[in-house]
């Protein structure tokens, strides 16, 4: 009977108090691999997840600020609500919290968001040149061309809401003078909506040097992008 009932309060606790322990795994996988593959200089970028809380509240569980990739551990991941207040872990959120809240919000398919500074999207972003749509895969895939968010503080409201308004239904948004952010439904997917964006930064750097950085033709561009929307709406229903 001592045990029967033991193990009912243990349960009741655990309902109580979610720790989200699968969810914080894959943002701090995702976040190493970030950081091997190069996407990052230092502690800089940041991952987070969406999660929800036993009433269904939405919140996220997301990368400390200013810390090693190498060195962190799942206890590092916080767990914040959308107003910014702590719901698990001692460390200081990620400083870019509001651009990825802002992204949650407005979109209810994104369940993961990760920013990184990798060099040629970087330089798109300095350059504030739109990444055009130049492969098929890059269409289906991140839904159209890569916009440039107009340049706005780091860590502002400014720089969310632009972050926002220039994402629009796509999975990629480049962040004038800054970096970039990729969204997904998990991590893994917006770790390699970022990849993708890198490699197709570097392709268009390439062959604006040759002489020629082509879009792919409109009516192509326009039955892709209708192929995306297509995938995007079966994934949410
Ligand atoms: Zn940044």
Not at 50 to 65: Q, Y
Not at 97 to 104: D, G, K
Request: proline letters at 4%.
């Amino acid at each position: 009977m001592a045990t029967q009932k033991l193990k009912a309060n243990v349960s009741s606790v655990t309902k109580r108090t979610p720790t989200w322990r699968v969810e914080r795994a894959e943002v701090l996988a995702a976040a190493q691999e970030m950081a091997r593959l190069g996407l990052v200089v230092g502690s800089s970028g940041n991952v987070s997840r969406r999660v929800k809380d036993a009433k269904g509240r939405d919140l996220m569980a997301v990368t400390p600020s200013s810390r090693a990739y190498e060195t962190l551990t799942l206890n590092d991941i916080v767990v914040i609500d959308f107003e910014g207040e702590p719901v698990l872990g001692d460390l200081i959120p990620s400083t870019e919290s509001l651009s990825h809240i802002a992204v949650y919000r407005a979109r209810r398919d994104v369940g993961s968001v990760m920013h990184t500074h990798s060099t040629y999207a970087s330089a798109m972003a300095v350059a504030a040149l739109e990444i055009p749509a130049l492969i098929d895969e890059m269409v289906i895939l991140l839904g159209g061309p890569v916009h440039v968010a107009e340049y706005a503080t780091p860590s502002s409201e400014e720089l969310a809401a632009n972050v926002v308004n220039a994402l629009g239904d796509r999975k990629a948004v480049l962040m004038r003078n800054h970096g970039l952010l990729g969204v997904g439904r998990t991590p893994n997917d917006a770790l390699h909506a970022c990849q993708l964006v890198e490699h197709m930064a570097q392709v268009y750097s390439l062959s604006r040097a040759l002489g020629r950085g082509r879009s792919l033709p409109p009516e192509v561009v326009h039955a892709e992008i209708e192929l995306y929307r297509m995938r995007q709406e079966a994934e949410q229903e």
